[in-house]
Every structure is written in C-alpha cells, then in structure tokens.
C-alpha cells in the first residue's frame, strides 16, 4: 500500500521560507496515478486545504490566502510532492499534512492516504 510521509517542517521568521517534501513509501509506483493535496490544520481550528496538485503536476490549486506565496510541485521520478512555501506570515502556522486522492480536490473527504503530518510555526 502506498504511504506518505512528509518532511521540512519547522520554525520559520515572518517573511522567511521553508520546502515541505511528501515522500511516497511502500507500493510508491502507485504514486504517479494520484492528485496531491496539501492541508493544514492550526491550533483549535478545522484542517483546511491548502493546495492541490494533479497527477501529472499540469493543475495546481490554492487556497486564496496562499496563492503567490506557496508552490505545490511534484517529481514522480522521485516518488515525492513538494510545498514551497515564501513569505510565510504567522497565520501560517499548523501542522502541514500531504494526501494522496484519485482526483485533485481542495476537499479533505477527496483524499484517501493521509501522512503523518510536518510541524510549521512562523514566528519572530
């Protein structure tokens, strides 16, 4: 079965960037075949979609409050997805999950493998 993991995550200054990978492990030449979508879930709050990528990296999506400041992007040649992320703003913090879905999706009920999620906090 195809599982994720993700990776990058950590502390950041307003303004400053971070590189958020999501790995495929175990059946990784299922990994080709699914959308990518990234989620973020902040203290207290619901986890909400942050981007999504297609299965070929041809369509990406964004949250409004993310757009022009995160990149989704993926290497299938090296099984893994990819959320650069620039000028990262307080409101940014959460836990950063990857999700692998059949159809790219900005819904969390649109993906079926779920990572264990990478730690984001931006402070100064």
């Known amino acids: 079965q195809l599982m994720l993991v993700e990776s990058g995550g950590g502390l950041a200054q307003p303004g400053g960037s971070l590189r958020l990978s999501c790995a495929a492990t175990?059946?990784?030449?299922?990994?080709?075949?699914?959308?990518i979508g990234w989620f973020r879930q902040a203290p207290g709050k619901e986890r909400e979609a942050i981007s999504s990528?297609?299965?070929?990296?041809?369509?990406?999506r964004y949250k409004n409050t993310v757009r022009g400041r995160f990149t989704a992007s993926r290497d299938n040649s090296r099984k893994a997805a990819y959320l650069q992320m620039n000028d990262l703003k307080a409101d940014d913090t959460g836990v950063y999950y990857c999700?692998?879905?059949?159809?790219?999706?900005?819904?969390?009920?649109?993906?079926?493998?779920w990572g264990q999620g990478t730690q984001v906090t931006v402070t100064s």
């Open positions: 990528i297609s299965d070929t990296g041809g369509n990406t």
């Open positions: 999700a692998a879905g059949t159809m790219p999706s900005m819904v969390y009920t649109g993906y079926d493998l």
């Open positions: 175990g059946s990784t030449e299922d990994f080709d075949y699914y959308a």
